[in-house]
Each structure stands twice: as structure tokens, then as C-alpha cells.
């Protein structure tokens, strides 16, 4: 069993009752990242995981019907604690070991109403902020230890005067506890539970406490049976592809997103979203299908060459290079019900660990644009240098097994874990545009859940870098292009711009704008 192979990343129980187990690589990027900008008050790539939640009642709303919702959901996300244990565990540094560990503390049987009473007040925050939950999200929000759930009362009138009851759900999560697809999972059955505890109020009954830690979640490597050793082959590969990455930088002009220089401590993080109507939607599926392409590898494509477009043109044309990587969802290649949302509060993804790199011209103050015949040869070259390059990870056999490795090499360095004073890391100036795809979200959140309809649903990480970070998923056959970044080296208007320009280049690479 692959438990057996990894002792030390295995869940034991400690002679306290607390249960515990050493953080993988992957946990260990996310928790020394957040530990390296602790300084600017916030925690780097923490996920906001969001859903807007309504119910159409018979009558008007009433203070008891808005008071059965609000129960219904804290007794969801109590159950979600059973379910998903992992959700109250925190990453913590053992000064006595001197490694990273990830701690989980059932209740007493004693105690278990005190404490549970403790930890819903503590983690089921009901608000009503006088904004929008997308308003809200935008507004620096903290960013709790452990796994939140804010309830906010939106400010929306009309649906009162439906008869719709809705509300905002936000997860908010230090990155080593979940990723973004297990978010939306976890989302998903919240309502699930809710929908069940909105009908029948009082039905779900909490198991014994201390049972649930079988349902405590393995980090990827053991998950994925990820072997502890890498073979000689790999550890020549490893060496391969660090000596091709490094090479792909030298002596070429590494195009980078514009930003604001000045600022040394990043500011808050904000998200933009950019929404395509169904109909163009399914326009742009079969077009994309066409050149045999996913989405993602059509706006990967064109976020390439909307880097190209923003640089600053010279008296010569020049070529620029856009190098790129991809984050893939591992969820399938891990075993059993690991593979599945039974085990949605987890860090299950890796990233490629060979660059993709493409060459660009960067035309003269003095050139002519490119014509749409030119404009649609250069965006269809670089769909196709995209598709190949996911095809290549997609298919590599051995991707999995040398990730932890990159994780491993793309770890900040923390000399003091314990120290509470560690410098903020100078801003990157050569940051990058990556890309995240949900997929059809639909078909990890369902749009209704008896009662409950949910809408709106997506997920994001905290940006506290240069960079900039695209989102792309289909919500009732809509998608949805989302743009994060910080608003110490970004302006709103200028991401804005960035996002419609990917969508111009897309509709123009494809030919739609002719249709």
C-alpha cells in the first residue's frame, strides 16, 4: 500500500488524540509561499471558492424562512467537517522535528457541543457587508488559518421582490488545505447537505466525533502512489529538462506581462471576469473543435500573443520569446475513491515541468498591422504549438512521478520557519500569464439541489505577485474568462483590456467575428 511507503505522510494519532502527518511537496509549495509574504497581511494564492445560493419562496420572505437557510447551510458545513475532515486541519512547523506538519483535532466526546459550537462560530461566518459577494471578495477579505465559509446577504432588492431568498457562499482557504477543483466539489456538496437540511431540518445527525478520521485526506504522493525515489532514468530527465528550461531563456528577449513598477509590497487582490454568452459559446466549442483543440488551448494561444501585443514596439522589429507552463488536475490518476470529491479538500494537481516556449515578432513603431489572413496563419501556428505541448504532458508517463520535484524547486526558501519578521520578496519583473480551466463547472457543481439553486460558481487564488492569473470555465453553457491580480502593480482598466483583447484575438484567429 502506498500508506506503507510513506510512513511520515501517513495520518497517526498522537498520544494527545491529535492526528497529524508530515506535509508532501506539493502542500509544502503552498505553505512556504503564504509564509514568505506573511509579512504584507496576506496569504498568498489563499482560494476563494464562490456560489450564489437562492431559493424561490411561495410567499414573501420572512425572517423565519431567511433564519431555516442560514441553519440549513451551518448544519451543511458541519457535515462537511465529518465528511471532510481535512477542512479543520492546519499546516503548522514542528520546531522538534523540524519539518512541516498538517494537524487535525477531533472533537470530545465530553465536549463535543461546546466545541462545536466554538468552531462554527469560528469558521461559519454569516455577514452582511452592504456589497455584492463578488464586491465583497474584491474587498481584501480576510484570509482565515483554516478553511472559512462567509454567508453574505447580498444587496439585491429585485430578488426580494421575487420572492427569492439568496445568499453569497464563500470559501476562503490557505492553498495547502484544497486546490481549485476541490473547491468547486466541496461546494457542491455543501449544497447538497444544505438542500437536505433546508427540507428536513434536524434529520442529519452528527456520527460519533473522533470517527470522521478515516475520511482525513493523503497528500497527492500517496494518493497517486507516487514512487519515493525517483529511478536513474528520471533523475537523468530531471537534470534534462532543468538544463532545457534554463537554455530556453538565454540570449532571447523572455516577453513579460507590462506592470507598474514602483511598488514593493503587493496591494489587494482583485478579479475581473469576462462572460461569453451561450451562443457564441458553442460558436467557439466548434470552431475549436475544428482545429481539433480544446478551449484552453485556444485562450493559452491567445493569451501568448496578447503578451506579444502589450509590449512597448522599438525602431526595429524584434522577436520576443512567451514561455509558458500548464497546471494539470491529477484527481484522475489517483486511486480509488482518492479520485473522486470523497476526497475533495486536498491538494490534488501538479504543474509541467517543461516550459512551452514560443517565438513572437514584434513588429516596429513603423510596421504595418498584420492582415486577418496573417493574423489568423500566426494564431492557428500557436493553437497548434499549444495543443501539442498539452498532448506532450498529458501523455508523458512521467510527469506525475517528477512533480514533486518541481514543487520542490519552485519552493521560496524560509531560513527561519518559526520567525515572525521574514522579508517580502522583491517583485518578480519578468512575471508570466498562466492559465487555470474549471472545465464544464456544471459538471462538478449542480445548478439545483432540491430548494437550493446555485449560480455563478468559480474559484481563484490569491494574487500577490506581478503576474497576472486567467481563469476559464462553462456555466450553463456559458464561459466564463476571469482575470486575478493585484492592484499594486495592476490597474483595473488595464486587465480589463488585457482579458477583451485575448477574447479579440481568439474571435479573430477563429474567423467568428465574420459569421
Not at 276 to 285: G, K
Request: hydrophobic share 35%; glycine share 6%.
Amino acid at each position: 500500500m502506498a500508506e506503507n511507503r510513506y510512513p511520515n505522510l501517513t495520518w497517526q494519532q498522537t498520544s494527545l488524540g491529535r492526528w497529524d502527518r508530515e506535509v508532501d511537496e506539493a502542500e509544502r509549495f503552498y505553505t512556504l509561499l503564504a509564509k514568505s509574504c506573511e509579512g504584507s497581511g496576506r496569504m498568498f494564492f489563499a482560494i476563494t471558492g464562490f456560489v450564489s445560493v437562492s431559493v424561490q419562496t411561495a410567499d414573501s420572505i420572512t425572517e423565519e424562512v431567511a433564519k431555516r437557510l442560514e441553519e440549513a447551510l451551518r448544519s451543511a458545513w458541519l457535515r462537511l467537517r465529518y465528511d471532510y475532515p481535512t477542512i479543520a486541519s492546519q499546516v503548522k512547523y514542528d520546531e522538534h522535528e523540524k519539518v512541516w506538519k498538517k494537524l487535525y483535532t477531533p472533537f470530545y466526546e465530553d465536549d463535543v457541543e461546546v466545541q462545536t459550537k466554538e468552531w462554527l462560530g469560528k469558521t461559519f461566518v454569516p455577514i452582511n457587508p452592504g456589497v455584492s459577494g463578488l464586491d465583497w471578495c474584491n474587498s481584501d477579505p480576510p484570509a482565515p488559518k483554516v478553511p472559512t465559509l462567509f454567508v453574505i446577504t447580498p444587496t439585491d432588492t429585485k430578488s426580494l421582490e421575487d420572492n427569492v431568498l439568496r445568499r453569497d457562499l464563500v470559501i476562503r482557504s490557505p492553498h495547502d488545505t484544497m486546490d481549485g477543483i476541490g473547491t468547486l466539489q466541496l461546494l457542491n456538496n455543501l449544497l447538497a447537505h444544505a438542500a437536505q437540511a433546508y427540507e428536513n431540518p434536524g434529520a442529519w445527525k452528527p456520527p460519533p466525533p473522533g470517527s470522521e478520521f478515516r475520511n482525513l485526506s493523503p497528500p497527492i504522493r500517496v494518493a497517486a502512489s507516487i514512487p519515493p525515489i525517483l529511478s536513474l532514468k528520471l533523475q537523468q530527465d530531471l537534470q534534462d529538462l532543468i538544463a532545457g528550461n534554463a537554455a530556453l531563456r538565454q540570449e532571447v528577449d523572455v516577453l513579460s506581462v507590462p506592470f507598474k513598477s514602483g511598488p514593493t509590497v503587493p496591494g489587494k487582490h482583485q478579479r475581473i471576469a469576462l462572460e461569453i454568452p451561450a451562443s457564441d459559446t458553442a460558436r467557439l466549442l466548434s470552431a475549436s473543435k475544428s482545429l481539433g483543440a480544446t478551449i484552453t488551448h485556444i485562450y493559452h494561444a491567445a493569451i501568448a500573443i496578447a503578451v506579444r501585443d502589450f509590449q512597448k514596439a522599438g525602431p526595429r522589429a524584434r522577436t520576443g520569446r512567451y514561455i509558458t507552463y500548464s497546471l494539470i488536475n491529477e484527481r484522475p490518476k489517483c486511486n480509488g475513491d482518492y479520485s473522486t470529491s470523497k476526497h475533495a479538500a486536498a491538494v490534488y494537481h501538479s504543474v509541467s515541468g517543461n516550459h512551452l516556449a514560443i517565438d513572437l515578432t514584434i513588429p516596429s513603431d513603423t510596421d504595418e498591422a498584420m492582415n486577418e489572413e496573417q493574423a489568423r496563419e500566426e494564431f492557428r501556428a500557436v493553437v497548434q504549438q499549444m495543443k501539442s505541448y498539452y498532448h506532450s504532458i498529458r501523455d508523458s508517463p512521467d510527469n506525475l512521478a517528477l512533480s514533486p520535484s518541481f514543487w520542490s524547486m519552485g519552493t521560496p526558501h524560509v531560513p527561519d520557519p518559526t520567525s515572525t519578521n521574514i522579508p517580502i520578496p522583491p517583485p518578480n519583473n519578468t512575471p508570466s500569464v498562466s492559465i487555470s480551466s474549471m472545465g464544464v463547472v456544471d459538471k462538478i457543481i449542480r445548478p439545483q439541489h432540491g430548494a437550493l439553486k446555485a449560480d455563478n460558481p468559480w474559484v481563484t487564488g490569491e494574487e500577490l505577485g506581478t503576474g497576472l492569473g486567467l481563469f476559464l470555465g462553462t456555466w450553463k453553457g456559458n464561459l466564463n474568462l476571469s482575470a486575478a491580480y493585484n492592484d499594486a502593480w495592476h490597474d483595473k482598466e488595464t486587465v480589463e483590456e488585457f482579458v477583451k483583447h485575448c477574447q479579440d484575438v481568439v474571435w479573430k484567429g477563429l474567423a467568428l467575428n465574420e459569421e
